[in-house]
């Protein structure tokens, strides 16, 4: 058994769940079939969960990329990036003419063997018990096509099949990232939050900002 970190907006549980290792443009890219998704090998993470998080310090991170056989750039048209005053990002469905800067985030990719264990970790994290039904945070995990190359410096952008964690809504009090870069905004929020107050942790945690 794993213990997991179930995510909530003002404190942090811990869940327990048993692990499962069976082998098994700036737009949003068309929909992937059920058929491809029961192949997906990896997890579009936009926020807590990207391997080069360094600002957050939830203790999720470390144990989710544990064991990745890649970590890479990946960018995700259709949605606007949102957090809440706690320091939760999330991915909110735009409309079909918003031109939205693309999340960037990061590609995950775990081996076959463990990476049905990798998605019952996030989908406890996010709180999600099947696939495309709101969890009760508002997530839905569903399966995606991310661009690796930014579409804005390459318009022919190689894709890839992934799984992500989105809402249709934003939360209530949440404010946009308008550049669609969590760690980025994260990073520049600590350096502003030092400067402005001498002899402050940098990077100290991230509940809020």
Same mark, same amino acid.
């Given at each position: 058994?794993?213990?997991?970190?179930?995510?909530?907006?003002?404190?942090?549980?811990?869940?327990?769940?048993?692990?499962?290792?069976?082998?098994?443009?700036?737009?949003?890219?068309?929909?992937?079939?059920?058929?491809?998704?029961?192949?997906?090998?990896?997890?579009?993470?936009?926020?807590?969960?990207?391997?080069?998080?360094?600002?957050?310090?939830?203790?999720?991170?470390?144990?989710?990329?544990?064991?990745?056989?890649?970590?890479?750039?990946?960018?995700?048209?259709?949605?606007?990036?949102?957090?809440?005053?706690?320091?939760?990002?999330?991915? %909110? *469905?735009?409309? /079909? !003419? =918003?031109? #939205?800067?693309?999340?960037?985030?990061?590609?995950?990719?775990?081996?076959?063997?463990?990476?049905?264990?990798?998605?019952?970790?996030?989908?406890?994290?996010?709180?999600?018990?099947?696939?495309?039904?709101?969890?009760?945070?508002?997530?839905?995990?569903?399966?995606?096509?991310?661009?690796?190359?930014?579409?804005?410096?390459?318009?022919?952008?190689?894709?890839?099949?992934?799984?992500?964690? %989105? *809402?249709?809504? /934003? !939360? =209530?009090? #949440?404010?946009?990232?308008?550049?669609?870069?969590?760690?980025?905004?994260?990073?520049?929020?600590?350096?502003?939050?030092?400067?402005?107050?001498?002899?402050?942790?940098?990077?100290?945690?991230?509940?809020?900002?």
């Amino acid at each position: 058994r794993t213990t997991a970190i179930l995510r909530t907006s003002n404190h942090t549980q811990r869940y327990n769940h048993t692990d499962h290792t069976d082998n098994h443009t700036d737009k949003q890219p068309d929909k992937v079939s059920d058929t491809d998704a029961a192949d997906i090998q990896s997890i579009f993470a936009y926020g807590t969960l990207r391997d080069d998080d360094d600002v957050s310090n939830q203790p999720w991170t470390k144990p989710f990329i544990e064991s990745a056989v890649s970590c890479q750039d990946a960018w995700l048209g259709g949605y606007k990036l949102y957090m809440t005053p706690g320091g939760y990002p999330h991915a %909110v *469905k735009c409309s /079909a !003419d =918003d031109s #939205a800067t693309p999340l960037k985030g990061r590609l995950i990719t775990f081996p076959v063997s463990i990476i049905q264990s990798k998605v019952s970790m996030a989908d406890s994290i996010e709180g999600v018990s099947e696939p495309s039904k709101e969890s009760i945070y508002g997530y839905s995990r569903i399966p995606v096509k991310v661009m690796l190359t930014d579409a804005k410096l390459h318009p022919a952008a190689q894709t890839r099949q992934t799984w992500a964690y %989105v *809402k249709t809504k /934003a !939360d =209530d009090g #949440a404010f946009e990232i308008a550049e669609g870069d969590y760690v980025h905004h994260m990073r520049e929020a600590s350096t502003h939050s030092s400067a402005v107050s001498p002899g402050s942790k940098s990077g100290s945690g991230s509940s809020t900002i």
